[in-house]
């Protein structure tokens, strides 16, 4: 990891300031540049890294959310429109985006992408947490690297196809190109498979993941996780994992983004005549301040008492309910009558 650590390729330590960060960033940048080191490939390839890595650390937020999550490969999917708060969490994870660590286009296709559901409470939700996923994905069989050929043995080009993957065949004054029926497309045929993997090339594989279940994530929010997926067939790269986040709603709150609604009812006098409540807050409870004359479905608002991130406070926003009372006392009743006549 130490390689890819974006601390190390800017020579900085964690605890620079941003200043640093960027110093570090200039001189290596300048040093690095093409124009200094004119058909150079590594210099190339380093200034990319350093790029990169000064895309994260230079931004105070990417850098928060880098530290926490450390070098974990995620990045974020908007799947319902609310990609703000994710983006900002993940960005910066893609290392593939940027050619590391990924395999070039030819050679064998890449495995399946894998889907998993992450189940997390209201309140974890809320504060954030970390949770173990287990899922079963298939994985390079190490005893053919893939091959699928029993070891000293190797696969032979498919005599029906010539190793084409493709037989063309002749139906009446047309021609149609199908998938070579014996060898199902792959263009080779194994004579003696591998024991182990039954000439699949692949084997199961039990996964175990820590994911992050970031303070403020929603329901039905994803994160793709680059290369957790299946193996490919003959040794193809791994696919990727995609996490879905299913969260429980609460029997109080609602949550929207960092914002927490809630309905509250408050007596009849204190509506009129304004006060203080006690309301329920994913924090404990809280005084809020009541002004005289609030109508029912008024919206209180308490500041900071919603989901917090490293960066951001969500709020509360209580709606008003004027509690009337189903039952009243004889000396209740005559003040009511009371405050009536002098209403009216
Ligand atoms: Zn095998
Ligand atoms: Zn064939």
Redesign the pocket.
Known sequence: MAEDDFYSILGVSKSATQDEIKKAYRSLAAKHHPDRNPGDKSSEERLKQINEAYEVLGDPEKRANYDRWGTADFQGIDMDGFGDLFGSLFRGFGFDDFGFGRRGRAGPPPGQTLRVTIEASFDEAFFGTEKEIRYNRRTT??????????PGTSPSTCPTCRGRGQVVRSMGFMSVAQTCPTCSGQGQTIGS???????????KDAQELKIPVPAGVEDGQAVRIRGAGSAGPRGGPHGDLIVVYSVEPHHIFVRRGLHVYMEHEIPFSVAVLGGEIEVPTMRGNSMVKVSSGTESGAVLRMKGKGVHTDSRKGDQLVRVKIAVPKKTTKQQREYLKDFESVFT
């Open positions: 069989c190490e005893e053919c690297s893939g091959s699928g050929a029993a498979p591998c024991p182990k993997c039954k000439g699949t090339g692949l084997r």
